[in-house]
């Protein structure tokens, strides 16, 4: 199967999936209250009763008559209910109509960064999935992997799941990663290796999928008049960090900060 260049398909999934994502801001109003959401209020028939208000780190919001409310945890639904009880059970008002607009979604959202057209963090809001929020900060670019980080804390316990977005784009793997709010998307550098002597574009490349030595010196530009493509020599850091120089044959794969060196022909 032939590779996927990331940066090549952000653009593409900037249109496809970031159209999408318009659909998907209903499903808003289920995702949970949490610290630092900005939330609209009202009460039909009680323009008094209107305030737009913050979720405290505490979990609870102001509310005029019956003070505060916690609504950390609970959907919008849940909340509005919850304040209209209260409304009724103070004597306030009969059977309130309370209506609750979710304004800023601080505590829903995910941070993008590394290799990425515009890291920052972007809600989750509803059933985006990784390939949406990758689409939100304008895909991998130039520089990117195919692997996406996701760091997690759950329970007070970290943890890191390495993904390959191609084949999420190719669907050999689920889309669906479960994200939850303040988890970190990281999308590393994409590894590269060296290559000098005879060729006709020294110095660093994109290391593809799967790349060979033979493909190598296709990127490289190809052997100069003077190249041979006898006595190719690899440097490589073993395990215990030593170099060592290698022969290279055409199908041996090229690792991450390899140094293919290309010698001048002898006759």
Same mark, same amino acid.
């Given at each position: 199967m032939k590779k996927i260049a990331l940066w090549i398909l952000a653009p593409l999934l900037a249109l496809v999936l970031g159209t999408a994502s318009a659909a998907n801001g +209903? +499903?808003?109003a289920e995702l949970p209250l949490g610290p630092g959401d900005v939330v609209k209020i009202s009460v039909y028939n009680n323009p008094d %009763? +209107? =305030?737009e208000t913050r979720v405290s780190a505490s979990g609870f919001i102001t509310f005029p008559l019956v003070g505060q409310v916690s609504v950390s945890g609970l959907s919008t639904a849940a909340a509005e209910k919850?304040? +209209?009880a209260a %409304? =009724? #059970?103070g004597g306030y008002v009969k059977n309130p109509q309370v209506n609750m607009i979710v304004t800023v979604l601080q505590s829903q959202q995910v #941070? =993008? %960064?590394g290799q990425v057209n515009r890291p920052g963090r972007y809600p989750i809001d509803g059933s985006r999935n990784l390939l949406d929020l990758l689409a939100l900060a304008g895909g991998v670019n130039v520089d990117g992997g195919d692997v996406v980080t996701v760091l997690r804390m759950r329970d007070g316990k970290a943890s890191t799941e390495m993904i390959d977005v191609a084949d999420l784009i190719r669907g050999s793997v689920p889309a669906t990663i479960e994200l939850n709010g303040n988890d970190v998307l990281y999308v590393d550098r994409a590894? *590269?290796?060296y290559i000098y002597g005879e060729v006709q574009r020294p110095g660093m490349m994109r290391i593809e999928r799967s790349m060979t030595v033979l493909q190598a010196l296709a990127a490289g530009g190809g052997l100069t008049p003077r190249g041979t493509e006898r006595g190719l020599r690899i440097k *490589? *850091?073993?395990t215990q960090g030593k170099i060592q120089e290698i022969e290279a044959k055409y199908d041996d794969p090229v690792l991450p900060n390899d140094v293919l060196y290309v *010698?001048? #022909?002898l006759f």
């Open positions: +209903a +499903a808003g %009763l +209107a =305030v919850k304040i +209209a %409304l =009724v #059970s #941070s =993008v %960064l590894p *590269r290796f *490589r *850091r073993d *010698r001048e #022909s």
